[in-house]
T-cell receptor, first 113, second 115 residues
């Protein structure tokens, strides 16, 4: 009930391309969906977050698309850069899961120059 | 503005020992959460403290415990260490409980190796 499934596990994109990472959740009570970026040796850093009352949120090159009926949300990175190479985690919280973040398994993104 | 500070950064312990990890949240943040990160299980929630009270607990055995002090600093303790406790332990702080508002800010973690 608390799972968040993330795909793909790894992704290779050419510089300037679009990186797309997908997540699916089960708990319909979740009401907060953040994405985190993690570089080696560092903790995850909040990238962008969305609540289910909107279907899309954009911040710079990063966009979250949210489909409430399908219980899916995705991260799009436009004009991907080598500096975007990192591990990305989707997460969800709220409802009977309380405030704890339930994370997806992570996607290792490599952007080739 | 200083970030979330975790000490120590690296730790090697022997099976059966106990360990205490420390976390200093961002100034003004009152909520501190702890997560365990392993290659196999990913990021898993341990517990959250707010105003010195444990507000939420993940599915970990009682060997894992924590506390929060009046200055919001937090410690977590793992007793009777097992090899499977080897992981990166991450602390996250937020202004409000549950990461509401600006969300959670994570520290760089403490890498615990149990031998």
């Amino acid at each position: 009930q608390q799972q968040v499934k993330q795909s793909p596990q790894s992704l290779i994109v050419q510089k300037g391309g679009i990186s797309i990472i997908n997540c699916a959740y089960e708990n319909t009570a979740f009401d907060y969906f953040p994405w985190y970026q993690q570089f080696p040796g560092k903790g995850p850093a909040l990238l962008i977050a969305i609540r289910p009352d909107v279907s899309e949120k954009k911040e710079g090159r990063f966009t979250i698309s949210f489909n409430k009926s399908a219980k899916q949300f995705s991260l799009h990175i436009m004009d991907s850069q080598p500096g975007d190479s990192a591990t990305y985690f989707c997460a969800a919280s709220g409802g009977n899961a309380g405030n704890m973040l339930t994370f997806g398994g992570g996607t290792r993104l490599m952007v080739k120059p | 503005k200083a970030g979330v500070t975790q000490t120590p950064r690296y730790l090697i312990k022997t099976r059966g020992q106990q360990v205490t990890l420390s976390c200093s949240p961002i100034s003004g943040h009152r909520s501190v959460s702890w997560y365990q990160q392993t290659p196999g299980q990913g990021l898993q929630f341990l517990f959250e403290y707010f105003s010195e009270t444990q507000r939420n607990k993940g599915n970990f055995p009682g060997r894992f415990s924590g506390r929060q002090f009046s200055n919001s600093r937090s410690e977590m303790n793992v007793s009777t260490l097992e090899l499977g406790d080897s992981a990166l332990y991450l602390c996250a702080s937020s202004l409000l409980i549950g990461g509401q508002g600006s969300g959670y800010t994570f520290g760089s973690g403490t890498r615990l190796t149990v031998v």
